[in-house]
């Protein structure tokens, strides 16, 4: 299993079986950073709560089309950098005993994970794709374009802007 922040390998220091499936305590062989991975059919019943309060299941699959938007055009970045991160913010929020989470919950940990890895990726997200409360937003800016802009912000499309 790799390391979500450095993509090295890891070594797994802890199982046990959970009612979420099972799971393992790893630490990274190189930057040491310790993280859990469970092993489960199907989803472990994190929910997500939505702009107006109401819950949904987390969708991994949402989440990381939205990532491959943010990070589209950056070679530092794959699809295999974005499905560890997502697993891994899944599994810390289930670790921490979250049976329900919050999208800015989920934004800062992703932030997080994708700093380690392209922190210009990580930056666009905060810029482009977090509303004024912080929350992670799945929907493409244009979809939003209703809502007011804000000033000296970048809403087009990743790849529109200035290389660089
Ligand atoms: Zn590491």
């Given at each position: 299993m790799q390391c979500p922040f450095c993509a090295s390998s890891s070594n797994v220091t802890e199982t046990r079986e959970s009612p979420d499936g099972t799971r393992r305590r790893r630490v990274c062989s190189s930057c040491k950073r310790r993280f859990t991975t469970y092993e489960r059919?199907?989803?472990?019943g994190l929910r997500v709560e939505k702009r107006d309060g109401e819950h949904e299941p987390f969708d991994s699959e949402k989440l990381k089309h939205a990532l491959e938007r943010i990070t589209a055009?950056?070679?530092?970045?794959?699809t295999e950098d974005l499905r560890r991160i997502v697993r891994d913010v899944e599994a810390t929020l289930v670790d921490a005993g979250s049976r329900t989470a919050s999208w800015s919950d989920i934004a800062k940990l992703v932030i997080d994970r994708l700093a380690a890895i392209d922190r210009v990726s990580a930056e666009r997200l905060r810029v482009n794709?977090?509303?004024?409360?912080?929350r992670l937003r799945l929907e493409d800016p244009e979809a939003a374009a209703d809502a007011p802009p804000q000033l000296g912000l970048f809403v087009g499309e990743p790849g529109d802007e200035p290389a660089g």
């Open positions: 059919v199907g989803s472990p055009h950056r070679s530092a970045v794959g794709y977090l509303d004024d409360d912080g």
